[in-house]
């Protein structure tokens, strides 16, 4: 049977008698009962087999829908019989009415959920650590470029002050000038990397402007 196959188990619950036929193997298997114990009446799921919690929402949208008819979804816990393990379930059905109009039967299907629960579960853990780590390595990259421009600040008032000292001999202000261009290049990617940083934050403020590609391309070849 197809429903097998795909992991659905296919039910018909007689409302007024209680009395519930599984139409296939894997009802048997979602809840781990044998061929001989039979099936589970809904009154005895509701009262011995699902979470106390799950099993008493799910009994008020049954009172509702036997009176109203219409279509059934729910998601409930339950414990297996076969090895008392806690699972989970997703029932879909339709409520059917008799010739007099009265709602008697539901017709439905079960799936056992617990594994996508779990791997859901797991990827939702996965992302967390991902975006712990993420921020993590983004307040490092804040803190370090931090510490490594606070003392390029002092360092550039000096060279440039050596620089434009007309004092200090013309070789000695090349060197300066030098240095002042090293710690400026410097401060650039320590900037560019804080900005790498509030990329991935989402807070990067753009700062559209008409530039000169001539002088772009002589600043690069200068760092």
Do not use: Y
């Not at 039910?11 to 599984?22: E, G, L, P, R």
């Not at 510490?147 to 390029?152: D, G, H, S």
């Not at 002050?161 to 070789?171: H, I, L, S, T």
Request: aromatic content about 6%.
């Amino acid at each position: 049977m197809a429903a097998n196959l795909v992991g659905l188990g296919v039910f018909q619950w007689n409302i007024k008698s209680d009395q519930v036929v599984w139409e296939n193997d894997e009802m048997f298997r979602i809840f781990g009962r044998t061929g001989e114990e039979g099936p589970l009446g809904v009154v005895q799921f509701l009262n011995e087999v699902a979470d106390p919690d799950d099993g008493r929402l799910l009994k008020q949208e049954l009172d509702l829908k036997v009176v109203t008819g219409g279509t059934l979804h729910a998601v409930c816990r339950f414990r297996r019989a076969s090895d008392h393990s806690a699972r989970t379930l997703r029932l879909a059905g339709r409520f059917q009415r008799n010739a007099q109009g009265l709602v008697d039967r539901l017709v439905g299907v079960v799936v056992d959920i617990t594994e996508q629960q779990q791997a859901d579960e797991a990827l939702r853990q996965a992302r967390l650590r991902l975006e712990h780590a993420l921020q993590a390595k983004d307040n490092f990259i804040a803190a370090l470029s931090h510490e490594l421009r606070t003392p390029l600040t002092p360092a550039l008032l000096l060279a440039s002050a050596g620089a434009n000292d007309f004092r200090v001999p013309e070789k000695a202000r090349e060197d300066f000038q030098s240095i002042a261009n090293a710690v400026s290049a410097e401060a650039r990617l320590l900037g560019d990397l804080l900005d790498f940083v509030d990329v991935s934050r989402s807070a990067l403020l753009l700062d559209t402007r008409n530039v000169r590609v001539d002088d772009v391309i002589r600043e690069a070849v200068a760092v």
